[in-house]
């Protein structure tokens, strides 16, 4: 509890031990012996003040701003009508209650927002920079790329980088909410933000503090909350209306009967002071936006940013989501699949000469082949290199003329080679114009894909598709094993918008459509989407930049629990909305009848306030 939170606590806990005594006296008649009507009105005035002097002080120093009907001045007016009928127990009881539910509103509030202020401790204080052997604790904006730092054990890692020695186990629950612990070792990247386990780690930082993770996420949390939802700006263009007209409604009530048809004053301005307590606003102007905010909050648990209750709103009425395949639903990582050497010839001698080959490319194929191979290349047996491209490569080894790359490339040399029909990228081996064989070399998919599919469609997004770049034949392997709806392929950057383009017509007036992307080329697609969804641990910054949702850990599963997150908190909002609509139209209704008093006026106000946030704050809660 805040240090403003204990001092409203000790105020109503100081204004009910005055209250309530004077209260039951009250109500026995004690006052009604002897006591002049000042003299009552001086003892219920000393809880008043106590309990409502800053509800007061806001309504006047509004008022002076130009900002005259909000619930300050709802609360005011409503009780100095109520003292000035002598329903004096009854305007200190509405303040008090007032007061109450405001304190539970604060502490809920800061509840739900404490799971997304919780990133704010990701920030760290200082970075361990080596220089001349010794190490110096700098700001981490005084780093540079390319520094080495030291990350010791249990020190959070300040920028992000690429381990040069050293081993540990990186928590990353912070960001990606992983429970399990992540292993850094020499050439593994590390992102800031996370926590080293045990060991001591030397760290080549590879991005400046303000283009890091940390910074990045910091970023997309304090612009968050600036980024209202549909519903959200309804509320706050309906309050900004209905204020004023309850306002003039209660002034109505409370003149016209008494002049009309010369009824009693003392009822229907007390009918008013009760009408203008039922009709403050506060459970629709707290329980949507809190609504919303906690979904946020939910989300930002599981590793997910959301950047706006706009872009949560919009996730919820996901119809059509389209992925990119490489990086999303494929880790990007090529590796050797299938090795299919001709008759005659080793596979590991295979393997063996086409490393050699493409030892002289850092094209990720050709690192691939010589990962599978394991073997270091002796430059010296390589007297010549050349790229043909679009092709492959042509290079002299040991004095051989050895060819490696695509099927053109073997018919361009007039090699006679076995065509291979494996699903992925096949590099065809020939020395000396004799076919050696061919590896197939192919992209995997992410463990976690197929589920994720799977759970979007239980949370019931209705269309899946995929748009790659790569030949049809691999694309149309990777939709087959995820079950996807529909399949895009040998598509150039343009031609993914072209393809958005008509898919979100496609969409019209069924729900919204969302881009899952990772990589540079995906920006414009990300942009064009409903719902642009990017990669932040390994996605790049334009995407990142881009996108309206970031999933910290890579993880396309996750995207199911954001949907889900997304149509709970709708569900709440519209709740909240039709409750407290529903119970504050009635007891208005029964108010200006004379039907409520003061208490069922307290309970339309401060009891729907309370209620609707409890419901808000269920938001929170995701499994």
Known sequence: MTKKQKTMLARIIAAFIIYIPMAVADHMGAFSQGMPGWGRLGLYLIPYILIGWDIVYKALRNIRNGQVFDENFLMAIATFGALGVGEYSEAVAVMLFYQVGELFQSYAVNRSRQSISDLMDICPEYANLERDGQLEQVDPDEVSIGDVIVVKAGERIPLDGRVVSGNSMIDTSALTGESVPRRAAPGDEVISGCVNGSGTLRVEVTKEFEDSTVARILELVENASSKKAQVENFITRFARYYTPAVVIAAAALAVIPPLALGQ????????????????????????????????????????????????????????????????????GEFKVTELLPASGVKKEELLELAAMAESCSDHPISRSIREAWGGTADMSRISGAEEISGHGLRVQLDGHTVLAGNGRLMEQMQVPYEECLSIGTVVYIACERVYKGAIVISDTIKEHAPEAIRRLKQAGVAKTVMLTGDKRAVGEAVAKKLELDEVHAELLPGDKVARVEALLADTQ???????VGDGINDAPVLS??????????????????????????????????VVRISRKTMRIVRQNIVFALGVKG??????????????????????????????????????
């Not at 936006?289 to 009425?317: C, D, T």
């Not at 007036?509 to 881009?515: D, H, S």
């Open 264 to 331: 009693s004053w003392a009822v229907w301005v007390q009918r008013a002071c009760i009408f203008l307590v039922i009709s403050c606003p506060c459970a629709l102007v707290i329980s949507v936006p809190m609504s919303f905010f906690s979904g946020i909050g939910a989300a930002s648990r599981l590793g997910v940013l959301v950047k706006g209750s706009n872009y949560l709103e919009a996730v919820s009425q996901i119809h059509t989501i389209v992925f990119d395949k490489t990086g999303t639903l494929t880790k």
């Open 509 to 515: 007036g069924k729900g919204k459509l969302a881009f």
């Open 528 to 561: 064009r989407a409903d719902v642009g969804i990017a990669m932040g641990s390994m996605g790049s910054d334009a995407a990142i930049e881009a996108a309206d949702v970031v999933l910290m850990d890579d993880d396309p599963a996750k995207i199911a629990d």
């Open 586 to 623: 009635l007891v208005l209704l029964l108010g200006a009848l004379g039907m409520a008093n003061m208490w069922e006026a307290v309970f339309a106000d401060v009891g729907v306030s309370v209620l609707a946030i409890l419901n808000a704050m269920r938001a929170l809660r995701y499994k």
